[in-house]
Antibody, heavy 116, light 110 residues
Framework: QVQLVQSGTEVKKPGASVKISCKTSGYTFTTYYMHWVRQAPGQGLEWMGIIHPSDGSTTYEQKFQGRVTMTRDTSTGTIYMELSGLRSEDTALYYC?????????WGQGTLVTVSS | QAGLTQPPSVSKGLGQTATLACTGNNNNVGNQGAAWLQQHQGQPPKLLSYRNYNRPSGISERFSASRSGNTASLTITGLQPEDEADYYCSAWDSSLSSWVFGGGTKLTVL
């Protein structure tokens, strides 16, 4: 069965960077685009960008351009999302999700807390 | 990030029918179709429907989606206590080259 397992909770200081992983299994990794979506406490879903694991091509939401980098490792079926220049407003749950007509399978989420 | 428009909350009684609306434009809902996601507190979102009316396997037939013009709708019949959740619509926006989400509707089952 399809599984997306994300890395654990992160606590960072303002200005730092965070790199989150999402390990996939149960399907052919290079076939499906992968989204990154975040959710601030008590807020809605916010799309950050998408990566195609076959060639590593990416599209980022304009708001995050220059601060976000999405990569993949085809040998382990894992995608990564690195966000730099962290500020308090980046405190959120970060999700990876597989794209198949829509985001169909989701990881469990990774909590990133930015605090001095 | 321009988003889709959803009412913040809807309340309905047990066993009743709830219809949730999501309004976009010609570049997203009207062109690309909408998806609906359900999110219970503390859980990741779960896909309920995609491309306007398609239902993934395992999703109850009580959930049905449709679209008219730039407005997508999710209808939930025979409301159960477990249907109490946040519901998000989403779509690809071809002019922004980004996915957009609605702000979410909190469904309360009375």
């Amino acid at each position: 069965q399809v599984q997306l397992v994300q890395s654990g909770t992160e606590v960072k200081k303002p200005g730092a960077s965070v790199k989150i992983s999402c390990k996939t299994s149960g399907y052919t990794f290079t076939t499906y685009y992968m989204h990154w979506v975040r959710q601030a406490p008590g807020q809605g879903l916010e799309w950050m960008g998408i990566i195609h694991p076959s060639d590593g091509s990416t599209t980022y939401e304009q708001k995050f351009q220059g601060r976000v980098t999405m990569t993949r490792d085809t040998s382990t079926g894992t995608i990564y999302m690195e966000l730099s220049g962290l500020r308090s407003e980046d405190t959120a749950l970060y999700y990876c999700a597989r794209e198949s007509n829509s985001p169909d399978y989701w990881g469990q989420g990774t909590l990133v807390t930015v605090s001095s | 990030q321009a988003g889709l428009t959803q009412p913040p909350s809807v309340s309905k009684g047990l066993g009743q029918t709830a219809t949730l609306a999501c309004t976009g434009n010609n570049n997203n809902v009207g062109n690309q179709g909408a998806a609906w996601l359900q999110q219970h507190q503390g859980q990741p979102p779960k896909l309920l429907s995609y491309r306007n009316y398609n239902r993934p396997s395992g999703i109850s037939e009580r959930f049905s989606a449709s679209r008219s013009g730039n407005t997508a709708s999710l209808t939930i019949t025979g409301l159960q206590p477990e249907d109490e959740a946040d519901y998000y619509c989403s779509a690809w926006d071809s002019s922004l080259s980004s996915w957009v989400f609605g702000g979410g509707t909190k469904l309360t089952v009375l």
